[in-house]
């Protein structure tokens, strides 16, 4: 007799949790996105000791029908794709249907929701299983709530308790959010204290001095650039207010915020001698590209992507980042003296 056999699907699911969920933090970002794709204009996130005691996302989306219940916490079930054809052009920020079914795998999670074409429905799961589903209140959207993370992951609880704080990752994932949305209104509060709120009113620099303060909103120059393939449009900080990390340069693709090291390269390319030595421009740029030219199903975090074009792409943002910056530098620096 063979001895390979294939693993129930809750033990499936917290492997997959290994990945998907790796610490509080992802499990906002996970929440968040499922609420900007329930097209949601105002997202607020209640966070608990680091998100250790409690993560709380309440959005005004389209809410979950209560038919779906079941399927929720499902791995692989999704509203967002259906096809393999659909997988090549990935319209929103999900697509995996893993997210809910890692949390769920290694936490307690309530879910209270209402569709349009459904009733108000209140969901508790735990542990991999669905405990409860009744009748919820009337309301508009999804309020899910995160209890006891990484209670039936030893290591991985007992790693994150030896961790100083997980905040600082949590409001990053906030801010890059909000500045690839300035059209959804965030609210982020960290144990009883606001850190994050913008307004959504759609207005970027209000967005970039909400986040990052008056004085380098003023500072900041709007740009815009197209070819053929790609749009990059969004806001460079005048190269006399910089810092001493890339941490600062918020880079979007088609509203998902990513990590590339080679985009980063390209804009402080761009801003070239213009910083001192060993100084890091502030930037936040969204660049809108056909979803056939960009592969975001690289890793079940969804922030490293591959380009097709990758070549013509940084050529372009770095032609573009040096162009407006050398324009700019002509004019006399008014923020500053105003
Ligand atoms: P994915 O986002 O990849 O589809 P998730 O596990 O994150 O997978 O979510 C599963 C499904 O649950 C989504 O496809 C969506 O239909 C539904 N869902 C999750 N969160 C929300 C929300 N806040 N509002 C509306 N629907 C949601
Ligand atoms: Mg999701």
Request: no cysteine; proline share 4%; net charge positive.
């Amino acid at each position: 007799m063979g001895s390979i056999k294939v693993l129930d699907s809750a033990i499936q699911n917290k492997i997959a949790a290994g990945e998907v969920v790796e610490r509080p933090s992802s499990v906002v970002k996970e929440l968040v996105e499922n609420s900007i794709d329930a097209n949601a204009s105002q997202v607020e996130v209640f966070i608990e000791e680091s998100g250790m005691k409690q993560i709380r996302i309440v959005d005004n989306g389209d809410g979950i029908h209560h038919t779906d219940g079941p399927l929720l916490f499902q791995r692989h079930a999704t509203s967002k794709i259906g096809t393999d054809y659909d997988l090549f052009q990935i319209r929103s920020l999900g697509f995996r249907g893993e997210a809910l079914a890692s949390i769920g795998a290694v936490a307690k999670v309530t879910v209270e929701t209402n569709h349009m074409e459904g009733n108000p429905v209140f969901i508790r799961f735990e542990g991999g299983k669905l405990m409860e589903q009744t009748p919820g209140k009337e309301r508009k959207g999804t309020d899910i709530t995160i209890t006891e993370l990484f209670y039936n992951t030893p290591a991985r609880l007992k790693y994150m308790r030896s961790m100083r704080t997980e905040s600082g990752k949590i409001i990053d994932v906030i801010q890059r959010m909000a500045l690839a949305y300035p059209n959804i209104s965030f609210r982020l509060i960290l144990d009883h204290s606001e850190k994050v709120m913008t307004k959504g009113n759609g207005n970027l620099k209000e967005v970039i001095s909400d986040i990052y303060g008056l004085n380098i909103a003023r500072h900041a120059v709007a740009f815009e650039a197209e070819d053929a393939d790609f749009r990059i449009q969004g806001f460079l900080i005048r190269p006399e207010i910089n810092r001493s990390n890339r941490n600062y340069l918020n880079i979007s693709i088609n509203r998902r915020f990513i990590r590339s090291f080679k985009l980063s390269q390209s804009i402080i390319n761009g801003y070239h001698t213009l910083l001192p030595k060993d100084k890091y421009p502030i930037a936040v740029i969204d660049i809108t590209m056909d979803p056939k030219l960009v592969d975001v199903n690289v890793h079940p975090a969804k922030t490293e992507v591959r380009f097709s074009k990758e070549r013509e792409l940084n050529q372009l943002l770095e032609k573009t980042v040096r162009s407006h910056m050398k324009g700019e530098m002509l004019i006399p620096d008014v923020a500053k003296k105003s």
